[in-house]
């Protein structure tokens, strides 16, 4: 049994976001049907093709576990299959451009009309207000999150980051909403409506900027290297480059390799837990009670200069081996992985975190497995379904059409081109 096995999801989502929250429903056992455009469906499908007439690793590795039914919900009979939908469905999610569900005709008045108890779950790029209308994609909204404003080095443009903050975290923001919705509704019996706003999802990640820009009320931002180079702050919070975003100071550092391989960097904390151990470590012991190097408040205009030196240190062995030296030191510090690392690493095999999928148009393909694992419901990955693959059996199986009235359903185009016969 999975931890939501019965939860039954109308998947109205497209392209990254709100695909990226049902996978993760369906990954803890929802069952997950898709509504897609018949012909068309999710735009994903098509975009960034790699393997010709083969779904797109995009739309594949963001809609696995789940069904597919395609529905012309602007068409007449399209929409009484959706309606049977919305009453057989208990969480309906959509990440439409705002308005687009209200000019379907089911915005939340009819939905709650059809069924006051579902959950109708909905990602936008933007909470009410000057921007409610606005369409928005990933980098837009970590643009208005605060992540690229505080993202790049001091003096060089605002940056964007490679994670999905803006899509995938706020697809995460959202199942966390759906799930508790349903413990509420437990309860109370009643649906309700969750939204997150893709700009409050990027503004929760970057929290931390948020808090520095409070701080910087109170004097300069003295963990911030650009503190010991003597370079005043202004009045937003300014782009730190690699800067830890906590107490402990951070930099990224070359490692052997770096002049041809752009990946031989390791992340190195120098924690002041462990500074006699780092300066032993670099062939500084003099650091360990050296006026001036001593205590971490004192080491905060040289912390440039004090990298500089680790990183000769570095610079002399591969990031593995610094990891492999510093780890039994308890000195914390990441090697810089590229994605072709990432894909090749066993133990991520092993967990599930990286996962082989085999997919009857495109064959084998690596994508992610659940990122978060629950020991009595583990996620088993499955293909994503192919356009319209299981309208057939939804209408029949979900939805209880039968005989005249499947034909009748089936020959009004609203649900694409499909064999009559299944339903027999
Ligand atoms: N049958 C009939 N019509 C359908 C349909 C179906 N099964 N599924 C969708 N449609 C229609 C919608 O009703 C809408 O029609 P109208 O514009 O006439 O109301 C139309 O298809 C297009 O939907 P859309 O506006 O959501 O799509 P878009 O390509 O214009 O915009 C996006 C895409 C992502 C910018 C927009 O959906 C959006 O801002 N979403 C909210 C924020 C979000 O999730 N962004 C992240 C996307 S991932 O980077």
Redesign the pocket.
């Known amino acids: 049994m999975k931890a939501l096995e019965g939860v039954k999801i109308l998947d109205?989502t497209?392209?990254?976001?709100?695909p990226t929250c049902t996978q993760l429903l369906a990954w803890f056992g929802a069952d997950c049907i898709k509504?897609?455009?018949p012909g068309v469906g999710d735009?994903t499908r098509g975009q960034l093709r790699d393997v010709p007439d083969a779904d797109s690793l995009y739309f594949t590795m963001l809609n696995h576990n789940k069904r597919s039914i395609t529905?012309?919900?602007?068409n007449e009979t399209?929409k009484e299959v959706l309606e049977r939908l919305v009453k057989e469905c208990d969480v309906l999610v959509e990440?439409?451009?705002?308005?687009?569900l209200d000019?379907?005709g089911f915005g939340w008045d009819r939905i709650q009309e059809l069924n006051p108890r579902m959950i109708m779950a909905s990602?936008?790029?933007f909470g009410p207000g000057p921007y409610e209308d606005?369409?928005?994609?990933?980098n837009v909204a970590q643009c208005t999150g605060g992540a690229a404003s505080t993202t790049g080095f001091l003096g060089g443009p605002p940056t964007v980051t490679g994670a999905q903050i803006?899509?995938s975290g706020?697809g995460l923001h959202l199942a966390l909403g759906i799930v508790t919705a349903l413990y509420q509704r437990e309860k109370t019996g009643r649906g309700q409506k969750v939204l997150a706003a893709?700009q409050d999802g990027v503004l929760n990640l970057c929290r931390v900027k948020l808090r520095d820009q409070q701080r910087l009320q109170h004097g300069p931002l003295n963990e911030y290297s650009q503190f010991g180079q003597d370079i005043p702050f202004g009045e937003a919070v300014p782009r730190a480059g690699n800067d830890s975003g906590g107490g402990q100071p951070g930099w990224i550092l070359k490692c052997k390799g770096w002049e041809t391989d752009p990946d031989a960097y390791v992340y190195f904390i120098t924690q002041a837990a462990v500074w006699p151990a780092i300066c032993d470590l670099i062939g500084k012991p003099e650091w360990k009670e050296e006026p001036g190097y001593a205590t971490p408040p004192e080491r905060l205009d040289k912390i440039s200069q004090i990298f500089d030196t680790v990183e000769e240190w570095t610079k002399t062995k591969s990031k593995f081996e610094v990891m492999d030296t510093c780890n039994p030191l308890n000195i914390p510090c990441g090697p810089i992985l590229s994605m072709k690392e990432l894909a090749e690493e066993p133990s991520l095999r092993e967990t599930g975190t990286v996962v082989e999928v085999d997919h009857p148009v495109r064959g084998k393909y690596l994508t992610v497995g659940c990122p978060v694992k629950l020991s009595d419901s583990p996620a088993e990955v499955t293909r994503s379904p192919l356009l319209g693959e299981h309208t057939s059996e939804i209408l029949s199986d979900v939805l209880g059409y039968t005989g005249d009235e499947y034909d009748r359903v089936v020959s009004s185009g609203a649900v694409g081109d499909i064999k009559a016969e299944a339903a027999e």
């Open positions: 109205f497209h392209v990254q976001s709100g509504v897609e455009r735009a529905l012309n919900t602007k399209g990440n439409f451009a705002p308005g687009a000019r379907m990602v936008k790029g606005c369409k928005v994609y990933e803006g899509d706020t893709m």
